[in-house]
């Protein structure tokens, strides 16, 4: 099964260049092979099931690495 996960990650600037926690975790998420949008206020990603799950904590890992304070998620079956 396909599944969207959307996250952001804060504090977030939507001025300037994006923030690094917001870039590691775009950076995680594309060498984990998932399809990726990146956006002023959030990312999202697509992927198999068994690519994506394994992939969030390795996401999430870069997001607060990076200076997260917080990262909303969630996650859903692709439509």
């Not at 995680?28 to 992939?55: I, K, M, N």
Request: proline fraction near 8%; charge should be negative; charged fraction near 20%.
């Amino acid at each position: 099964m396909r599944l969207v996960a959307e996250f952001t990650t804060e504090p977030f600037d939507v001025e300037g260049t994006p923030p690094a926690h917001a870039t590691g975790a775009l950076r995680a998420a594309q060498e984990a092979g998932l399809e990726c949008d990146f956006g002023p206020l959030g990312t999202q990603v697509r992927g198999e099931e068994a690519l994506l799950l394994p992939a969030l904590p390795g996401v999430l890992a870069a997001a607060f690495a990076g200076g997260a304070s917080q990262v909303t998620l969630q996650v859903r079956r692709d439509a």
